[in-house]
């Protein structure tokens, strides 16, 4: 059709929709467009606004490499990951992916250490209960871990760390539990120098996270979850820059001052955490790894997330 009115582009473009084949491609798209169209509208966005959006829009993509995904970490800062991961799992225990997962870690017995250079930290020996929605345990469940360093920064950004430092995979016992050893994490703040930092800057909003373990959990005949446990004595649980701090994902760490570790070596203070993962019955499946490996820069303005 020939455009003569600002209404008419609307329904222009979604009249080039109607070819599509499949129902779900075509729901999303039409949805999409619509709501494109309604916000330009609502805002009455100018051209300079536009000029200014496409430029937003295409950093995300330039500063996306394979050791840093801004477009993720943009998508958590937006609320958009936890809020995709709560409508499509009311009855585990999923948390937002985050960026910063690397396929293939190391395969690690149950009870073994995920530190695999020397890294700062009191140590920390996490239990991990998983179990399906009726309270069963789930053996056999393949569980990948990985969390930052108390320098706030994962493997992939710091040079100073081992190739894949934090990071592990192991499978449920008998029992439905996983264990590790580990150092106890610190927050950090999400990477500075992108569109991310912009939308923070201009909400007046601080950059961290709350300290947390991340775990994937998947097994054949369940619905593949990303999980975080974040301590309940972290000061900044409701303002999680994320937003990734939901009731079920606070764990509690325990002190131990005099008591003897799970691992003789320890002699001062250590912590403890136990934390269940629920799953429901559905498709396993992995999301596409947001990096794939270490960075050989060290980590600056655009480092830790
Ligand atoms: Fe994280």
Redesign the pocket.
Known sequence: MIIETEDQVTEAVLSETQRIDDPRTKEIIQSLIRHLHGFAKDVRLTEKEFNAAINYVTKLGQLTTDAHNETRLIAGSLGLSTLVCMMNNDKSTANLL?P?WRQGAPFVENGGSIVRSPTAGLPLFFTGHVIDTDGKPIAGANVDV???STKGL?ENQDPSQADWNLRGRFITDDKGEFRYRTIKPSG?PVPAGGPTEVLLEVQHRHPF?PA?L?SMVYKDGFKTITA?VYGDDDEILESDVQFGVTQNSIGHYVRHENEPAPDSDVTGPWYSMDHTLVLERGESWLPTPPVKAKSDVMATSMGA?
């Open positions: 985050g910063f990985w969390h930052a994962y950090y996270r947390h991340h975080q997330s």
